[in-house]
């Protein structure tokens, strides 16, 4: 989506539109896979993870779903390359300085929220509304705990 905004013609073609369409597929056919007991053994693994426990990711039962979008991601990557400038922490500019200006080193802190009984609706609501889509409960709970 971000590249036809910005109008990189890789994503702007009937090829890239029928990758997309084969990677949709790809997901729904790893979806239909799962049982209910996997997707509550996968529930229960991200809620492990989010608190901060050790969990080996290759066992979750979702694992062909996240397969199918690692591969879409390295794929939009190839087509945003010499499109979009990427930076990291470890960036430098043409004389060797270091383009990231004396940021912080990145820190993930995880934080505990107590959310009172009309957010906690809402969450429910808004997963209710949006088919339980983990996605979105996942961005929304992280955008909830900044």
Same mark, same amino acid.
């Given at each position: &989506?971000?590249?036809?905004?910005?109008?990189?013609?890789?994503?702007?073609?009937?090829?890239? +539109?029928?990758?997309?369409?084969?990677? #949709?597929?790809?997901?729904?056919?790893?979806?239909?896979?799962?049982?209910?007991?996997?997707?509550?053994?996968?529930?229960?693994?991200? /809620?492990? #993870?989010?608190?901060?426990?050790?969990?080996?990711?290759?066992?979750?039962?979702?694992?062909?779903?996240?397969?199918?979008?690692? &591969?879409?991601?390295?794929? &939009?990557?190839?087509?945003?390359?010499?499109?979009?400038?990427?930076? /990291?922490? +470890?960036?430098?500019?043409?004389?060797?300085?270091? %383009?990231?200006?004396?940021?912080?080193?990145?820190?993930?802190?995880?934080?505990?929220?107590?959310?009172?009984?009309?957010?906690?609706?809402? %969450?429910?609501?808004?997963?209710?509304?949006?088919?339980?889509? !983990? %996605?979105? #409960?996942?961005?929304?709970?992280? !955008?909830?705990?900044?």
């Amino acid at each position: &989506m971000l590249g036809r905004l910005i109008g990189i013609p890789a994503f702007r073609s009937i090829v890239a +539109d029928e990758q997309d369409h084969a990677d #949709l597929t790809m997901v729904r056919k790893e979806q239909k896979k799962l049982t209910g007991k996997d997707r509550m053994k996968s529930r229960d693994m991200q /809620s492990r #993870l989010l608190a901060g426990e050790q969990v080996d990711m290759n066992q979750d039962p979702r694992i062909g779903i996240r397969n199918v979008l690692l &591969m879409q991601v390295s794929r &939009m990557r190839q087509l945003f390359d010499g499109q979009v400038i990427r930076r /990291s922490h +470890d960036s430098v500019d043409n004389e060797g300085h270091s %383009v990231m200006g004396g940021l912080l080193p990145l820190e993930n802190l995880i934080v505990p929220i107590v959310l009172s009984q009309a957010e906690q609706n809402s %969450v429910h609501a808004h997963a209710e509304t949006l088919g339980k889509s !983990y %996605v979105f #409960l996942f961005i929304l709970l992280t !955008y909830m705990a900044v």
